[in-house]
């Protein structure tokens, strides 16, 4: 059975850092297709960044790019979100899914599985 168990949300400042962490047990980073999603209250979920389990391509949205850095850590089987820089709009719940297709995908319906979320709340 596929878990996903996100961690690090938190409330912070105009311009500062926070790293989200994504436990994931029952399958293998190599796979798999991996996604940091966020949704804000009020709009559709959003997708951040994605990496290919496999070869580690990435992808990013263009809201977040040279800002945000996704990651995997295969000897922990964690998946990291790092986020720099953060704005206001960068407020959101912040999900983490795994798809059993390599690839990348920045689309919310094709990932299969999901983690609770954690809430980012980025202050002015």
């Known amino acids: 059975e596929v878990q996903l168990v996100e961690s690090g949300g938190g409330l912070v400042q105009v311009g500062g850092s926070l790293r989200l962490s994504c436990a994931a047990s029952g399958f293998r980073f190599d796979d798999y297709g991996i996604g940091w999603f966020r949704q804000a209250p009020g709009k559709e979920r959003e997708g951040v960044s994605c990496i290919n389990g496999r070869d580690g391509t990435i992808n990013y949205a263009d809201s977040v790019k040279s800002r945000f850095t996704i990651a995997i850590d295969n000897a922990k089987n964690m998946v990291y979100l790092q986020m720099n820089s953060l704005k206001p709009e960068d407020t959101a719940v912040y999900y983490c899914?795994?798809?059993?297709?390599?690839?990348?995908?920045?689309?919310?319906?094709?990932?299969?599985?999901w983690g609770q979320g954690t809430q980012v709340t980025v202050s002015s």
């Open positions: 899914a795994a798809r059993r297709v390599i690839g990348l995908s920045r689309r919310a319906n094709d990932y299969d599985d």
